[in-house]
């Protein structure tokens, strides 16, 4: 079983920046971590992956460049750092672990909100 417990969203104007944490907790080996979003009236859609050992990561089309994801395998932490952000980054933002074997867990999700 794996807990995921996200943070970092907030309210923040065009051009901005915010850095989204997720903490992992549990003794499930991972495969990988990734961050989703959601916003109103949208299906929801992949944001970035990384890898849980190496250093391989994928990227949206729509945030390559902008955002970048890290993890810190000590502390069981993977970071989102959102940069030049725009009014469409406005979406709830979830976290998900794949484990090395079973099913993908998912946090809570943090609300991300870009003011024009």
């Known amino acids: 079983q794996v807990q995921l417990v996200e943070s970092g969203g907030g309210l923040v104007q065009a051009g901005g920046s915010l850095r989204l944490s997720c903490a992992a907790s549990?003794?499930?080996?991972?495969?990988?971590m990734a961050w989703f979003r959601q916003a109103p009236g949208k299906e929801r859609e992949f944001v970035a992956q990384?890898?849980?050992?190496?250093?391989?990561?994928s990227y949206a089309d729509s945030v390559k460049g902008r955002f970048t994801i890290s993890r810190d395998n000590a502390k069981n932490t993977v970071y989102l750092q959102m940069n030049s952000l725009k009014p469409d980054d406005t979406a709830v933002y979830s976290c998900?672990?794949?484990?090395?074997?079973?099913?993908?867990?998912w946090g809570q999700g943090t609300q991300v909100t870009v003011s024009s």
């Open positions: 990384i890898r849980w050992s190496g250093e391989i990561t």
């Open positions: 998900t672990a794949v484990p090395t074997l079973g099913n993908r867990y």
């Open positions: 549990g003794r499930t080996s991972l495969y990988s």
